[in-house]
C-alpha cells in the first residue's frame, strides 16, 4: 500500500534529516584512508563509492514513495561528443568527473558552478590503439589530490583545489600497444592502475603507485614472460609466473599475452587483498600464435596483497579464453547468509555468462550460475567451477565459424553492476547478443593494429535485409535483479537494445539506471516496478551516483552514447539507442524542475556512392583487410554508429588518391587516423576503397527496397 502524499512528505523530511555526514564546504580537509574505509554516506569518494565496489548509497531521502518528484536541477555540457562512461565523485561540497579523451571537469556540486577543468591533450592518434572509442572511467581521491589515468598511458596527479598538475607519470610498457581508460583505485595510501590493450601486443599487469611523487612500489604482471629469461625479475611473485608458464604453449611472449587489467580494482579489508579482474589471452584464436592451455593469468580473478603485491590466489573463469571474455567486470565484496551460515564472499558476472560466488580469503568456488542462455560451455563443475567447453566452440579447431552466446561485448561488459544488502540481490546491466567466431587462414602478426587472428570478413553483416532484421530482433538487453543466495533472478526489465547504462542502488528501495534510448530510470529495488523517468535526449552507458549537501539528496548521471558497441557492430550500433550522442552531465534532486534545451535535429545521410568499377577478388581482398584493419573503428560491414565516420558516405571514396593520402599518407593523423603504412601498401588501400564502394552500392540497393 501505498502512504498519503503527507505521509510521504513527513518521511521524506525525516529522512532528510537521516542522511548523515553531508559534505559542508570546508569541513573536511582531504580524503583519508579512514574515510576510504568508511566513507560518509553524503559523499561517493571513489569508483564504487566504497571499497567493496557494492554501488549502494545509505541515503532514502530520495525513495520508491517520491521518487515521481525528482526533477533536473543542474546539468553541464561536455566539450566533446565520443563516450562517456564515467561516474562522478563527490568530496567536500565538489563534484569530479571525466569525460571523453581523459579530461577532468570539477562542479560546485549543489550549484553545478565550473570550478575548474584540466586537459591533459591526449594525442587524437593515440585512437588507432584504443578498442573501444576515447573513453574514461573516472578519477580517484586521496589527501589533497584528483588522479586520473589518461588514454595514451599517463598517470596524472592534480591538486583537488585548482587542477594544476602535480606530477605525471607515462606508466605503460609502450606507445603502440597500450591505452588506459580505467579509473584508478587508492589503496592504504597507494594508487592503483592497470591498462588496456589485450588485442594488440600487450602484456597486462596492475601496479601501485607513491600518491606523492608517482613513484611504482609494486607491480603484478597477469601473464608470465619468457621462461628462457627466467622469473627471478618477477620478486616475490617468481613462482606465480613459473607455474602460470606451464599452462601457455609456443612463443606466447611474442605478442604478450593479453590479460590486461582495464577496469575492475576491489580491495577487502578485512583480508587486506586486492582482487582485480584480467582480460582475454591474445591472440583470441589460439591456433593464430600456437598456444595451448589454460593460459593463466588471463580471464581470470587475481587477489594479490595490498601491501606487496604478492599472490595469494587466482580463479579462472574462462580457461583457455578464445572468445574475448574479459574477467574486467566489477568484483562486488558483501558478507553473505549461504547454507545458513555467513560467508565473506565476492561476487561477480563477467562476460562468459556465469554469475560466481567465490571466497574472498581463499579463492575457493562456492557457485557459478548462468543468467544469460550459454553454448560455449556445457556446464560448470560443481565443485571446482571449471566450465566444460562445448568442442564446437573451439571454431580454430573445426574450421568452422562459431556463433557464440554470449558473444564478445559479454552477457556484461563493463557497465557497473550494484548490490544492496537490504535486498540481497545483485543488479547486473546485461547483453543478450550473440557473435561469430572464425579463424583467419594463414595468418601472421602484423607489426601494427589488432592481433586476434580472426576472419571479420568471413563472418560480417551480410547486406540482407531478413538478416539484419533477425539480428535486431535477437539483439536485445535486460536488467537483472540476481538473487545471490537463491542463485535465480528475483526480477528482470527488458529493454530495447544492448550496452544500456551500470547501476545504482540505494537504501531508498530504489534502483536507478539510464538505457541506450536515452532513459534515466528508477526503479524498485525489491520488485523492479518502474516508478520515475526522464528523458535524456541520448543514450546512456554510464553508472549513475548520488550524494547529499545541506540535507538534500542529489543524484548524477553523465549521458552520452558510445563505446564499444557504438564503434564496432555496425548495424546494429544503435539498435533501441537514442541515435545522437549528445554528453552532458545531469543532477537531479528533489522539487527541481529545471529543463533541458531542446536537442539538435537528426541528420539523415543519403548513400550516394561512385559506381563500383573493381573486381570481385580486388573487393574480397579489401574486405578481409578492411576486417582486420578498420572494422573496429569504422563498423562491421562497414556501418558504422555515431562516433566515427561512416566510410559508405565518404567523399573519399571517389578517389584513389584521397583514400591512399588517409591511409597511407596520414593526412588525418591529427584527427586519429594514423598511417597504417606500416601494414598497407597503395594496391592494398585500393583494394579497401573498392570494398567501401561496393558495400556502399548494395545498401543503396537495400534503401530503396
Known amino acids: 500500500m501505498r502512504m498519503s502524499f503527507v505521509s510521504r512528505m513527513v518521511a521524506a523530511s525525516a529522512l532528510a534529516l537521516a542522511a548523515g555526514a553531508v559534505a559542508q564546504s570546508g569541513a573536511i580537509a582531504g580524503v583519508t584512508e579512514a574515510m576510504l574505509r568508511n566513507v560518509p554516506a553524503g559523499e561517493w569518494l571513489s569508483y564504487g563509492r566504497d571499497y567493496a565496489e557494492q554501488r549502494f548509497s545509505p541515503l532514502k531521502q530520495v525513495n520508491e514513495y517520491n521518487v515521481d518528484q525528482l526533477g533536473l536541477a543542474w546539468f553541464a ?62 578519477v580517484a581521491l586521496y589527501g589533497d589530490k584528483v588522479f586520473v589515468a589518461a588514454l595514451d598511458g599517463r598517470l596524472i596527479a592534480l591538486d583537488q583545489k585548482t587542477g594544476s598538475v602535480i ?65 627471478g625479475k618477477e620478486g616475490v611473485n617468481k613462482a606465480a609466473h613459473e607455474a602460470a608458464a606451464k599452462t601457455w604453449g609456443n612463443k606466447w611472449w611474442e605478442l604478450g599475452g593479453g590479460g590486461t587489467v582495464w577496469d575492475s580494482i576491489t580491495y577487502d579489508p578485512e583480508t587486506n587483498l586486492v582482487l582485480f579482474g584480467t582480460g582475454n589471452a591474445e591472440p583470441w584464436n589460439p591456433a593464430a600464435n600456437g598456444r595451448e592451455g589454460d593460459s593463466l593469468y588471463t580471464s581470470s580473478i587475481v587477489a594479490v596483497n595490498a601491501d606487496t603485491g604478492q599472490y595469494v590466489w587466482h580463479f579462472q573463469e574462462t580457461p583457455e579464453d578464445r572468445w574475448d571474455f574479459d574477467s574486467d567486470q566489477q568484483i562486488t565484496v558483501a558478507d553473505v547468509m549461504i547454507g545458513g551460515q555467513k560467508r565473506h564472499v565476492a561476487m561477480h558476472a563477467p562476460k562468459n555468462g556465469h554469475v560466481y560466488v567465490l571466497d574472498v580469503k581463499t579463492g575457493k568456488f562456492i557457485s557459478g550460475t548462468p543468467w544469460v542462455p550459454v553454448n560455449w560451455a556445457t556446464g560448470l563443475d560443481p565443485e571446482t567451477g571449471r566450465p566444460s567447453i562445448n568442442p564446437e566452440a573451439r571454431y580454430e579447431k573445426t574450421g568452422k565459424a562459431f556463433i557464440s552466446l554470449p558473444g564478445a561485448v559479454g552477457a556484461h561488459s563493463w557497465q557497473p553492476q550494484s548490490y544492496s544488502p537490504k535486498t540481497g540481490y545483485l543488479y547486473i546491466p546485461t ?85 541506450a534510448g536515452g532513459e534515466f530510470v528508477a526503479y524498485t529495488a525489491d520488485k523492479g516496478e518502474k516508478l520515475w523517468s526522464f528523458p535524456a535526449q541520448s543514450g546512456i552507458i554510464a553508472a549513475p551516483m548520488t550524494y547529499a549537501i545541506d540535507g538534500e539528496q542529489y543524484v548524477a548521471i553523465l549521458v552520452g552514447w558510445g563505446g564499444v558497441w557504438d564503434v564496432a557492430t555496425g548495424v546494429l550500433a544503435n539498435k533501441g539507442g537514442a541515435g545522437r550522442n549528445i554528453s552532458r552531465l545531469m543532477v537531479f534532486k528533489l522539487g527541481a524542475s529545471g529543463q533541458l534545451p531542446a536537442p539538435p535535429p537528426m541528420n539523415q545521410m543519403v548513400l550516394d556512392p561512385p559506381p563500383f568499377n573493381g573486381t570481385l577478388a580486388q573487393a574480397t581482398k579489401g574486405g578481409q583487410l578492411y576486417g582486420r584493419y578498420c572494422a573496429m573503428c569504422h563498423g562491421d560491414a562497414a556501418i558504422s554508429g555515431s562516433l566515427n565516420p561512416d566510410l559508405r558516405h565518404s567523399g573519399t571514396i571517389g578517389s584513389a588518391e584521397a583514400l591512399k593520402a588517409i591511409v597511407i599518407g596520414g593526412q588525418l593523423h591529427e584527427m586519429g587516423m594514423v598511417s597504417f603504412k606500416a601494414a598497407l601498401k597503395a594496391p592494398d588501400a585500393e583494394a579497401i576503397r573498392m570494398y567501401l564502394i561496393k558495400r556502399a552500392n548494395e545498401d543503396k540497393a537495400l534503401a530503396s527496397r
Open 167 to 231: 606530477w605525471s607519470k607515462t606508466v605503460v610498457a609502450n606507445q603502440t600497444d597500450y591505452t588506459i581508460t580505467g579509473a584508478p583505485r587508492v589503496v592504504k595510501g597507494r594508487v592503483l592502475i592497470g591498462s588496456a590493450g589485450s588485442e594488440y601486443k600487450a602484456r597486462g599487469s596492475i601496479s601501485a603507485y607513491d600518491p606523492e611523487t608517482g613513484k611504482e612500489v609494486w607491480r603484478f604482471n597477469t601473464v608470465p614472460g619468457n621462461p628462457a629469461q627466467g622469473f
Open 77 to 138: 555540457e561536455m566539450d566533446t561528443a565520443r563516450g562517456q562512461e564515467a561516474t562522478p565523485l563527490v568530496h567536500d561540497g565538489v563534484l569530479y568527473v571525466t569525460t571523453a579523451w581523459s579530461m577532468v571537469k570539477a562542479y560546485d556540486a549543489k550549484t553545478g558552478k565550473p570550478l575548474w577543468a584540466f586537459d591533459p591533450k591526449v594525442p587524437r592518434s593515440t585512437l588507432y590503439r584504443a578498442c573501444c572509442d576515447a573513453v574514461n572511467r573516472g
Open 431 to 515: 547483453n543478450l547478443a550473440a557473435y561469430p567466431y572464425m579463424a583467419a587462414k594463414d595468418w601472421k602478426a602484423g607489426s601494427f593494429g589488432w592481433s586476434i587472428g580472426l576472419d571479420g570478413y568471413a563472418v560480417a553483416m551480410p547486406a540482407d535485409l531478413k538478416a539484419q532484421d533477425d539480428a535486431k530482433v535477437a539483439t536485445t538487453g535486460q536488467l537483472v535483479a540476481w538473487d545471490v543466495v537463491n542463485k535465480k533472478p528475483a526480477w528482470k526489465v527488458d529493454l530495447l537494445g544492448p550496452s544500456n547504462g551500470g547501476v545504482l542502488s540505494t537504501a531508498g528501495n530504489l534502483v536507478f539506471q539510464g538505457t
